[in-house]
């Protein structure tokens, strides 16, 4: 699972401040259709959800109102990330954990992770894992072996060094 959460280059081992810029970064790239190093409303609330921040309208349109430099409704990729470190260091990572919980869970009937969650999660961003090894990972994971990851053993599993 760890596999899909944090589908980017960043290295593994790297100081905790390091690897959060890169996440940053990435989710600012990725975020950036037009590449011209800017992201606007849309894809600035795509970007911070993409995250696991939990945001709404008026905080993404008052953090671009704040940093629009050029007066085009867009924020770069420095103050953009100085807003999102900010908000990252503020969050409790075990709510943070229990909200990736729910974007895996969000079209599950019965709130646990099922080899379909993976899949349609491996298929929204591309990460190509196999039948085979989502099944691993399922099994891995899985303490009280009902073929499904509850929110406990998502916590146990992302939390364990």
């Known amino acids: 699972m760890e596999f899909i959460i944090k589908k980017t280059t960043c290295k593994d081992g790297v100081d905790s401040w390091k690897n959060k810029k890169c996440l940053i970064e990435e989710a600012f790239k990725s975020m950036d259709t037009d590449s011209d190093g800017y ?3 849309y894809e600035t609330k795509t970007a911070m959800k993409a995250l696991g921040l939990r945001i709404n309208k008026s905080f993404v349109l008052s953090t671009i109102r704040m940093y629009d430099k050029r007066g085009d ?5 420095d103050d953009f990330y100085f807003v999102v470190f900010e908000k990252l ?3 409790n990572p075990i709510d943070h954990l229990k909200y ?5 869970t969000a079209e599950s ?5 099922r080899l379909e969650d993976l899949q349609r999660i491996n298929n929204k961003i591309g ?5 085979d090894e989502m099944q691993l990972m399922i099994k891995e994971f899985d303490r009280n072996q009902d073929d499904s990851i509850d929110e406990a053993e998502f916590i146990e599993m992302m939390t364990e060094s």
């Open 39 to 41: 992201l606007n409303y």
């Open 73 to 77: 409704s867009k924020i770069s990729f």
């Open 89 to 91: 260091n503020k969050q």
């Open 100 to 104: 990736v919980f729910k974007i895996f």
């Open 109 to 113: 009937l019965i709130d646990k992770i």
């Open 127 to 131: 990460c190509n894992l196999t039948i």
